[in-house]
């Protein structure tokens, strides 16, 4: 069963630092391509960083230079290194997987995220 779980999330004063994992099973090799997203209360998901199998990490400008995707395969894990946190990183993160289907078709897989608050 495709399953991922988001753990890390917490409270930090801003500037600080926070690490999220995200626990993919069967295997994190089920998936093509992996993602950081969040959700601010009122707005919409937004995209944080891509992990392509393979190829470079690509981050939204508002994370690019604190954040830090990255991947344990022995342990099956993502993780997402926050750095000088801002206030405005307030959300909750979510962990997506996606898979493809017998017709080349993307299957998106979603963690039940974990909520960052970053305090002034």
């Known amino acids: 069963q495709v399953q991922l779980v988001e753990s890390g999330g917490g409270l930090v004063q801003a500037g600080g630092s926070l690490r999220l994992s995200c626990s993919a099973s069967?295997?994190?090799?089920?998936?093509?391509?992996m993602a950081w997203y969040r959700q601010a209360p009122g707005k919409e998901r937004e995209l944080v960083g891509v992990?392509?199998?393979?190829?470079?990490?690509i981050y939204a400008d508002s994370v690019e230079g604190r954040f830090t995707i990255s991947r344990d395969n022995a342990k099956n894990t993502m993780y997402l290194q926050m750095n000088s946190l801002k206030p405005e990183d307030t959300a909750v993160y979510y962990c997506?997987?996606?898979?493809?289907?017998?017709?080349?078709?993307?299957?998106?897989?979603w963690g039940k995220g974990t909520l960052v608050t970053v305090s002034h």
């Open positions: 069967p295997s994190i090799f089920s998936f093509h391509r």
């Open positions: 997506n997987g996606v898979q493809e289907d017998v017709g080349g078709l993307d299957i998106d897989h």
């Open positions: 992990m392509p199998r393979t190829g470079s990490r």
